[in-house]
């Protein structure tokens, strides 16, 4: 199976995971978020199979999260409005994201990516 592998290459936490998945031979198609954000079909797909919170999918470190003040606003606002706001520029996503077929891996830690894609699954997430 081929990955969808969500990131941005001036990301050093995106370029490990880069790395990561060559040295492991898991085959991926590349994608620049940047570039070619996540739509919010997309995003609200990749949510479900995640299992995580949708705060989880943004980039609390990044100057966008930070100059619109999303630290406060996120709690008053819906699920809905809150991917909305994640479709309208990739630098609020958290990144790298590791699309499969029946699972999405959010952030890089090695560890966790190890464990999905080769304990139990075969190679598959």
Not at 13 to 38: F, V
Not at 59 to 81: F, H, P, Q, R
């Amino acid at each position: 199976m081929k990955y969808l592998f969500i990131c941005y290459p001036k990301c050093s936490t995106c370029n490990k995971a880069k790395k990561y998945l060559d040295e492991s031979n898991i085959d991926y198609e590349l994608r620049d978020i940047k570039k070619d954000n996540p739509n919010k079909d997309e995003l609200k797909e990749w949510i479900e199979k995640s299992g995580l919170p949708i705060k989880k999918f943004f980039n609390t470190s990044g100057t966008i999260y930070k100059t619109l003040n999303l630290k406060d606003k996120l709690a008053s606002m819906t699920d809905d409005e809150k991917v909305e706001l994640l479709a309208t520029d990739g630098m609020l996503v958290k990144r790298p994201i590791l699309v499969g077929e029946n699972k999405v891996l959010v952030a890089f830690k090695e560890a966790e990516w190890d464990n999905s894609l080769n304990n139990g699954g075969n190679g598959h997430i």
